[in-house]
């Protein structure tokens, strides 16, 4: 049974995904912390303002996003989670590709929960 913190901590994370999807610049400015750190699986990290730029250009035109075998660890106002995240993304005008990706995210609470750190890792295509 999950406990009352893993529930706040993937409604935090479902949250995250619907502003990704929707481009919701304005629910994302809240849920990522000021000095968030997001690290995108090809290997490079923007900070919010890159981050949120990026998806104002269209860099990220996400469809669908969801995660599966998550762990979550909370100590005290810091969660970790970790898990397999599957996300149908491109940039804008050019075909969405289902990435697998393990996940890691780090969560601060700062009144509400807001993303501290955000890294991916592409697992490779089998065969």
């Known amino acids: 049974m999950a406990e009352a913190g893993d529930i706040e901590i993937r409604a935090a994370e479902a949250a995250l995904y ?3 999807i929707a481009k919701d610049i304005a629910a994302l400015d809240q849920i990522l912390a000021d000095d968030v750190c997001y690290i995108h699986s090809p ?3 923007e900070d919010k303002s890159e981050y949120l730029a990026g998806v104002k250009k269209g ?3 996400y469809e669908a996003i969801t995660s599966r075998n998550v ?3 909370q100590v005290g106002d810091i969660a970790i989670m970790h898990g397999i995240a599957e996300m149908k993304v491109s940039e804008t005008g050019k075909p969405r590709d289902l990435l ?3 996940f ?3 969560w601060i ?3 509400a929960w807001r993303l501290f ?3 991916a890792t592409r697992v490779p295509k089998s065969g």
């Open 18 to 20: 619907r502003a990704m």
């Open 43 to 45: 290997g490079f990290a």
């Open 59 to 61: 860099l990220y035109d």
């Open 71 to 73: 762990t979550i660890k």
């Open 100 to 102: 697998h990706l393990l």
């Open 104 to 106: 890691t995210l780090v």
């Open 109 to 111: 609470r700062d009144g």
């Open 117 to 119: 750190l955000r890294q």
